[in-house]
T-cell receptor, first 116, second 111 residues
Framework: EAGVVQSPRYKIIEKKQPVAFWCNPI?????LYWYRQNLGQGPELLIR????????DSQLPKDRFSAERLKGVDSTLKIQPAELGDSAVYLC??????????????FGEGSRLTVL | GEDVEQSLFLSVREGDSSVINCTYT??????LYWYKQEPGAGLQLLTY?????DMKQDQRLTVLLNKKDKHLSLRIADTQTGDSAIYFC???????????FGTGTRLQVTL
């Protein structure tokens, strides 16, 4: 079974530039999460989708961050414009109805963003 | 809000036991978790414990939960070099699917 796939793995941009990250969850997983992991910290939830609906986006900085999951499968996370403090690893995770009950999330390898 | 605390670093010799500790603040936590992150990889669930349990054992892993003190620990028996990674404690509180992660403990296994 293929895992959660994210791209790009690494991205270096200058501040004020836009950037987008893509995530393909495990087939059949209806819940998708975007987490941000700052250096030396644990992951922090940005947004959670149930199918195509964003059910928790309370931690998403809506002035510059946006996300979408149009057909309830793949998702993109966009930052426009990027700031120096956005440098982090952006992790995508997914879970099925069964694994959501126990809280087991399946994580991708992450997209490491460096803003210069 | 919820807070999860861990020590940053632990070094053990191969073959010894490792004990990684975690404290949390949310008294309504339903499940508590240990995730492992190897370099350049995403997080992988190692084990979890329901809040009405005191202990859970899974092969070399033993999880102890002291709900009164809001303290969780992970013991790894016969630690191997392949166990070198960052270990994250996480808790799930009132919100069904939201996990709050600690800062992670880097485990270094020396020969």
């Amino acid at each position: 079974e293929a895992g959660v796939v994210q791209s790009p793995r690494y991205k270096i941009i200058e501040k004020k530039q836009p950037v987008a990250f893509w995530c393909n969850p495990i087939s059949g997983h209806n819940t998708l999460y975007w987490y941000r992991q700052n250096l030396g910290q644990g992951p922090e939830l940005l947004i959670r989708y149930e199918n195509e609906e964003a059910v928790d986006d309370s931690q998403l900085p809506k002035d510059r961050f946006s996300a979408e999951r149009l057909k309830g499968v793949d998702s993109t996370l966009k930052i426009q414009p990027a700031e120096l403090g956005d440098s982090a690893v952006y992790l995508c995770a997914s879970s099925s109805r069964a694994s959501t009950k126990t809280g087991e999330l399946f994580f991708g390898e992450g997209s490491r963003l460096t803003v210069l | 809000g919820e807070d999860v605390e861990q020590s940053l670093f632990l070094s053990v010799r191969e073959g010894d036991s490792s004990v990684i500790n975690c404290t949390y603040t949310d008294s309504s936590s339903t499940y508590l978790y240990w995730y492992k992150q190897e370099p350049g990889a995403g997080l992988q669930l190692l084990t979890y414990i329901f809040s009405n349990m005191d202990m859970k054992q899974d092969q070399r892993l033993t999880v102890l939960l002291n709900k009164k003190d809001k303290h969780l620990s992970l013991r790894i028996a016969d630690t191997q070099t392949g166990d070198s990674a960052i270990y994250f404690c996480a808790e799930r509180g009132g919100t069904a699917s939201k996990l709050t992660f600690g800062t992670g403990t880097r485990l270094q296994v020396t020969l």
